[in-house]
Structure formats: structure tokens, C-alpha cells
């Protein structure tokens, strides 16, 4: 089981932006797939990026495509999601995975999660 936790969520503007952090405690980061997911309460639990094992290949949802970039340092065992533009509609608790799939969109393939963090974009 990978241990996985997050940081970097708090409360920003419309238009600001954040960058969450996921620190993974595995010796295989690199071989792992890592995910991000947010959820509001009363709501299901919503895909947002995922990227390879390497790096080099990323999806994005396409309701943040274009204002949010997921990244990793395997060095670091780290995977980051930067949001720019961030709007109401983004606030949430933001969840970060892992799976040994290549980059799964379902929830089912991811098998370690974080304790997720607080994003919330609000004036």
C-alpha cells in the first residue's frame, strides 16, 4: 500500500491560482501511475489528471483542460497539479492516487489514496 499526502490546497481568488502537492512513500513511484480527483460534498467523486509512470504521458479532463497541469518528480516521488484560473466551480477536496494501470480515468483502478485537501476559490 502506497502512502500517499497532500498539501498545498487553502483559499483563492477567482482568476488565482495554487499548486498541490502529493508526496508518495513507495520505493516504485516511477512504475505508478498517479492521479488527481476532486470531490464536493453530496457529489461523486470527479477525475481531473493523470500521468505515466515516466511522465510522459498526461490526460486532463476537459473541464479543466487548459487552466490545470499535472506534473511529477520522480526524484522527489512528487505529483503535482498546478491550477491557473481557477473558478468557484473548482473548489472542492482535491484527492491525489495511484495505480498501476496507464493512466486511468475510473477510480476503481486506483488502489492508494490520499486524505485529499481543501481547495476552496471564492471573492
Known amino acids: 500500500q502506497v502512502q500517499l499526502v497532500e498539501s498545498g490546497g487553502g483559499l483563492v481568488q477567482p482568476g488565482g491560482s495554487l499548486r498541490l502537492s502529493c508526496a508518495a512513500s513507495t520505493y516504485s513511484f516511477s512504475s505508478l501511475s498517479m492521479g488527481w480527483f476532486r470531490q464536493v460534498a453530496g457529489k461523486n467523486r470527479e477525475f481531473v489528471a493523470t500521468i505515466s509512470g515516466s511522465g510522459g504521458s498526461t490526460y486532463i479532463a476537459d473541464s479543466v483542460k487548459g487552466r490545470f497541469t499535472i506534473s511529477r518528480d520522480n526524484a522527489k516521488n512528487t505529483v503535482y497539479l498546478q491550477m491557473d484560473g481557477l473558478r468557484p466551480e473548482d473548489t472542492a477536496i482535491y484527492y491525489c492516487?495511484?495505480?498501476?494501470?496507464?493512466?486511468?480515468?475510473?477510480?476503481?483502478?486506483?488502489?492508494?489514496w490520499g486524505q485529499g485537501t481543501q481547495v476552496t476559490v471564492s471573492s
Open positions: 492516487a495511484s495505480s498501476r494501470h496507464f493512466i486511468p480515468r475510473a477510480m476503481s483502478d486506483y488502489n492508494s
